[in-house]
């Protein structure tokens, strides 16, 4: 029984990347996963506590303060173990390194916002011109992940790249039509490798 907690949906691609880092660095049973179903409709009292957003991943410390969102999840869990350090220190690696972090949280907003908005939205109310400039975001992403940072996400299964299989697992898990393998050939190669590792296949997202 972990001593921290952490607010877990096994489909969230947030909620994955901690996971991963989990996995990564040995900290699994140091937390104990408490389930929530949250929508921007629909929230969860206790995850209000101390994180007054109310979206998940949360992590609750020994402490009982609370930790939010992702980002800062992951770079504490990353101050916390012996291994190789999931982002560089300092430098200019780590910025550039936060940056392609940053570009991969993007790409599950624009998904997550998509979902929210051919789902959640009532049929009447929904708008294409918004699914499509998400759409548009996804796109122009990924064709910047294969022209410019493949190298960069091969070099290691850090926090950005971690955050970028987080991402295409939920793009194929929300929008299988997506397309982007076609696309995207270098990337496409880059996650079938990644997407072997034990701690992605422990967390891939079951519709
Ligand atoms: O918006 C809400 O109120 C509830 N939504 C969430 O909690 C989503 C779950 S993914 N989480 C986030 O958007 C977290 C974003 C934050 N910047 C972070 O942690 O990095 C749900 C996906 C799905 O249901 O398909």
New binding site residues.
Partial sequence: MGTMTLFH?P????VRKVMVVLHETGQLDRVSLQAVN???LS?DEQLNQGNPI????ALRLADGSVL????VICEYLDLQHVGEPLLPREGSARWRRMTLASQA?AIM?AS?SS?YESFLRPEDKRWDDWLEAQAGKIRRSLANLEQEHLAELASGFDLAAIGVACALGYLDL?QPGFGWRERQPGLAAWYAEVAKRPSMIATAPVA
């Fill in positions: 949906s489909l969230s691609p947030f949250v929508s921007p929230g109310g979206k998940i991943p939010h969102d992702s980002r949280d907003d997550v979902r929300r």
